[in-house]
C-alpha cells in the first residue's frame, strides 16, 4: 500500500488521496479527506474511496486503532519506576 499525498488545487481545496491498484481514492485516517476551499464546516470523510459521516468515520478509526501502549499494563511496567 502507499502513502497518503496531500493535493491543494488552485481554488485552495485540500485533498488527501491513495493510489491502490492504479486508482487514486480519496482516503485519510488523520481527517477529513477532502476540504472544498479549505473550509472546515464543508469536511468530507473518506477512507478508501468511500465517504463516510464523521461519526461514521470516527468509529471506523476507533476499530483500527486498537488500544495505545501506555493504556496496556506492560507499558506502564516498563516504564515506572518503584
Known amino acids: 500500500?502507499?502513502?497518503?499525498?496531500?493535493?491543494?488545487?488552485?481554488?485552495?481545496s485540500i485533498i488527501n488521496s491513495i493510489e491502490i491498484d492504479g486508482k487514486n481514492l480519496?482516503?485519510?485516517?488523520?481527517?477529513?479527506?477532502?476540504?472544498?476551499?479549505?473550509?472546515?464546516?464543508?469536511?468530507?470523510?473518506?477512507?478508501f474511496g468511500i465517504r463516510y459521516s464523521k461519526e461514521e468515520w470516527e468509529d471506523r478509526k476507533k476499530d483500527v486503532n486498537g488500544q495505545?501502549?501506555?493504556k496496556t499494563a506492560a507499558g506502564k511496567a516498563a516504564g515506572v519506576r518503584v
Open 1 to 12: 500500500m502507499s502513502e497518503t499525498r496531500k493535493i491543494k488545487t488552485a481554488d485552495g
Open 68 to 70: 495505545p501502549w501506555y
Open 26 to 47: 480519496m482516503h485519510s485516517w488523520d481527517g477529513p479527506a477532502y476540504l472544498p476551499q479549505g473550509n472546515k464546516r464543508l469536511a468530507e470523510y473518506w477512507l
